[in-house]
């Protein structure tokens, strides 16, 4: 049983499958960062100075009564809290994440259309009298002299 489960484990499409989790969680933290760090603390100041992730509304007062400054003063405390401010940066860690694998895909995708090549034209035809190959702009076979249709 050890035996087959190091053949499975060390399969080629295992290893990769395990390399892309830890480079998808690795992407994630980055996109974490860029949205807390760099885009929201902008949007927030555009909105008057609002912090995303302290944005919450209570449910149940805590130990001491409100208003609390901060989400984690409020849940400190032991306030039941909706944490709406959170949820908002989470979506938008989920927009960034799935534009970059749009994006990733449609250049993937690019990439396979370039290595397919088309179907080429056909340049024959058979002739229906005598089966010949012939050219696919010839009106005559040039085997039986019988006219044929061109395309």
Do not use: W
């Not at 849940?75 to 694998?101: E, P, R, S």
Request: hydrophobic share 50%.
């Amino acid at each position: 049983m050890l035996k087959d489960f190091k053949e499975f484990a060390m399969r080629g499409n295992v290893i990769d499958m395990a390399v892309g989790i830890i480079i998808g969680v690795a992407f994630g933290a980055i996109i974490k960062s860029l949205v807390s760090d760099i885009i929201m603390p902008p949007i927030g100041l555009l909105l008057g100075n609002v912090d995303f992730s302290n944005l919450f509304a209570i449910l149940k007062e805590g130990t001491t009564a409100g208003p609390y400054a901060a989400l984690a003063d409020a849940q400190k405390l032991g306030a039941v809290t909706i944490n709406y401010g959170l949820f908002i940066n989470t979506v938008i860690n989920f927009i960034i994440i799935a534009f970059a694998l749009f994006l990733m895909i449609r250049g993937l995708t690019k990439l396979k259309r370039e290595e397919e090549a088309p179907p080429e034209e056909p340049t024959t035809k058979e002739c229906p009298h005598c089966l010949s190959t012939i050219s696919i702009k010839a009106t005559r076979c040039a085997f039986c002299t019988s006219e044929v249709q061109t395309a």
